[in-house]
C-alpha cells in the first residue's frame, strides 16, 4: 500500500496528550470497532476528549448499518468520548460541528479540502474522504454523551481499495497526488483541535449562527440536482442552502421550494 507510514503509538499518544491532561487515549493495533472501544472507556469515566484509536478494525462500522473498510497503515481510524455540560444542543448540531472539524482539520494538516454532504460525508469532488458515526445511545439532554466514531482515508492508492468502493472512495493521498505523504499524527492533532474549537462552539447557544454558517459554506452539492431523503420520501430538486439548523432547502422542478428539517433530511444523493 502506498501513503504514509503507521508512525509508532506514542506519537499519537502524544497528540493526544498534548496539554490535555485530562484526557484518556487507547491505541490497539487491531481492535474490532474503536467505538467500542471508546464506549468502554466511557462506561469507566473516561473524560470528555478521551480517544480510542486503532490501526486496523476488524468489524469497522459505517452509517446505516453499513461496513467501514478500515485496514491497517491506511488511514485515522478513531472515536472520541463527548460529554457536554447539560442542557445539550441538538443532537444534529453537534455532528454538524463533527464533520465541519473534521474537514477542517483535514484541511489544515494536509491542504486537502473536503465538503460536506449532508449531514455528514466529506467528499473531494463526488468520492467520499471521510465519514463519522454518532454513537449516542440513549441521548440523554440533562446527562449528555456520545461517541463520535471518525475514519479518514489517508494512504490509500485507487488499488488498495475493494471493488465496492473503486471510484466512488478517495484518501487524502490520492488528492495530493505523487506528492510528500501526510503523517496521520499531525492529521489527528489537527483534528482533535478543531473539533474542540467547535465542539465547544456547538455547546454555546450564542455561537450557533457562526457554526450554521460555516457549515453552509462548506456544503457540498449546491446548485445541483439531487435527490433528498426524509423518512421513506425522496424529494428531487436543485440544492439551494443547507443548515444544520433550518435543514435541507430544495427547489423543485416546478419552481417552488421545500425545506426538510434537520432531523428529518436523512441524506443527499447528487443526481
Ligand atoms: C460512515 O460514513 O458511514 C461513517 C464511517 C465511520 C467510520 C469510523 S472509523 C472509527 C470509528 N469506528 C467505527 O467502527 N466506525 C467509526
Redesign the pocket.
Given at each position: 500500500m502506498s501513503g504514509p507510514s503507521f508512525p509508532e503509538a506514542e506519537r499519537f499518544e502524544a497528540v493526544v496528550r498534548d496539554g490535555r491532561p485530562a484526557r484518556r487515549f487507547n491505541f490497539r493495533h487491531e481492535t474490532s470497532?474503536?467505538?467500542d472501544l471508546a464506549w468502554t472507556m466511557a462506561e469507566r469515566g473516561a473524560p470528555d476528549g478521551s480517544v480510542a484509536l486503532a490501526e486496523r478494525?476488524t468489524a469497522?462500522?459505517?452509517?446505516r448499518g453499513?461496513a467501514?473498510d478500515?485496514p491497517a497503515g491506511a488511514g485515522l481510524?478513531?472515536?472520541r468520548v463527548v460529554r457536554m455540560a447539560p442542557p445539550a444542543p441538538e443532537l444534529g448540531l453537534v455532528v454538524a460541528a463533527t464533520a465541519l472539524a473534521v474537514a477542517e482539520g483535514v484541511e489544515r494538516a494536509s491542504g486537502v479540502r473536503a465538503l460536506l454532504r449532508w449531514p455528514n460525508?466529506l467528499l473531494v469532488g463526488e468520492r467520499k474522504l471521510a465519514?463519522?458515526?454518532a454513537d449516542a445511545r440513549d441521548w440523554d439532554p440533562r446527562a449528555p454523551l456520545l461517541i463520535l466514531?471518525?475514519?479518514i482515508n489517508l494512504g490509500q492508492g485507487e488499488d488498495d481499495f475493494p471493488d465496492d468502493l473503486r471510484g466512488v472512495a478517495t484518501s487524502v493521498a490520492m488528492e495530493r497526488g505523487g506528492g510528500k505523504p501526510v503523517d496521520p499524527a499531525a492529521v489527528l492533532e489537527a483534528v482533535l483541535d478543531a473539533l474542540d474549537e467547535r465542539l465547544a462552539q456547538a455547546a454555546d447557544a450564542s455561537r450557533h449562527d457562526a457554526l450554521d454558517e460555516a457549515y453552509g459554506a462548506r456544503a457540498a452539492l449546491l446548485g445541483r440536482n439531487v435527490t433528498a431523503f426524509e423518512g421513506d420520501r425522496e424529494h428531487e430538486g436543485v440544492l439551494e442552502s443547507v443548515s444544520p439548523r433550518e435543514g435541507v432547502l430544495l427547489r423543485k422542478p416546478d419552481g417552488t421550494t421545500v425545506t426538510l428539517r434537520p432531523e428529518l433530511a436523512r441524506e443527499l444523493r447528487g443526481v
Open positions: 470497532s474503536t467505538q478494525q469497522g462500522r459505517g452509517r453499513r467501514w478500515s481510524w478513531f472515536s460525508d465519514g463519522l458515526l466514531g471518525i475514519g
